[in-house]
């Protein structure tokens, strides 16, 4: 019996050799139990060991293997092939950020975003080693948990609208991390990042389409954050002006 396969058209990008991308075809078989991501590695290992892309854990954790197929950003380890028939299945790199090669982007613009929006506990004071642990209650950790839950996979600027007309917007996934700490009850950060992302290049450029939490492979809903951080600067914002004194 033949064993029946699927047509893969995988972007391919080589700078040292190509000015222009292009996309190369690969018959790959058809196996119940795959994957995109091992009709990757099948090509690597069996057709073409040129092919570039990434991944590391194969469980949906790293968020490393994020591509668009047939024009959607998703998980590669997630994505069972047999969904895809007839094919052929389209395979290229996450929209909206630079190709390095084939299916790799650079990361850089997010990690210096990231960054600006202090992901980790600030507190003014840090209280002795004494008085014990910063305690939580389980309700307080469920106010901030769902936004935990972000693995930097960054489908959700793929899938944005604004990132792509818009290279300078902080993004979805830095903001729902900066929601993270600005809800857990040991962070005193709040309103430096308050700061930062109520400039025009935060919170107020997204237009609420959605599509980052539809994509979200971990359920983190990145345009609540987003609307929920909005609603909170619009208060900040009328008491500023209805009690100066209190600033």
Not at 62 to 69: A, E, Q
Not at 199 to 212: A, K, M, R
Request: hydrophobic residues 40%.
């Amino acid at each position: 019996m033949t064993q029946q396969t699927i047509a893969l058209e995988v972007f391919r990008y080589r700078p040292e050799e190509e000015h222009e991308p292009t996309f190369q075809t690969y018959e790959v078989p058809l196996k119940k139990e795959w994957v995109v991501l091992d009709a990757l590695n099948y090509i690597k290992d069996e057709i073409d060991g040129t092919l570039t892309f990434r991944w590391s854990c194969r469980m949906g954790v790293c968020g490393s293997c994020g591509m668009m197929i047939n024009g959607t950003p998703v998980l590669t380890c997630a994505a069972f092939l047999e969904t895809y028939q007839p094919g052929p299945v389209r395979i290229e790199p996450l929209a909206n950020f630079p190709v390095v090669r084939d299916l790799v982007i650079l990361m850089s613009d997010f990690m210096e975003k990231l960054g600006r929006v202090k992901p980790w506990i600030i507190t003014e004071k840090e209280k002795p080693v004494a008085e014990g642990e910063y305690l939580q209650t389980p309700t307080q950790l469920a106010d901030f948990k769902q936004y935990s839950m972000c693995i930097n996979c960054m489908l959700c600027y793929s899938a944005c609208p604004v990132s792509g007309l818009e290279p300078d917007f902080i993004g979805p996934a830095a903001i729902a991390l900066a929601q993270r700490y600005n809800l857990d009850s040991r962070d005193e950060g709040s309103a430096q990042r308050m700061e930062i992302l109520s400039q025009d290049d935060g919170i107020w450029q997204c237009t609420l389409v959605g599509e980052c939490s539809a994509v979200c492979p971990k359920g983190v809903d990145p345009a609540g954050a987003i609307q929920r951080y909005k609603v909170a600067s619009t208060n900040d914002w009328w008491r500023s002006k209805l009690m100066p004194w209190g600033k």
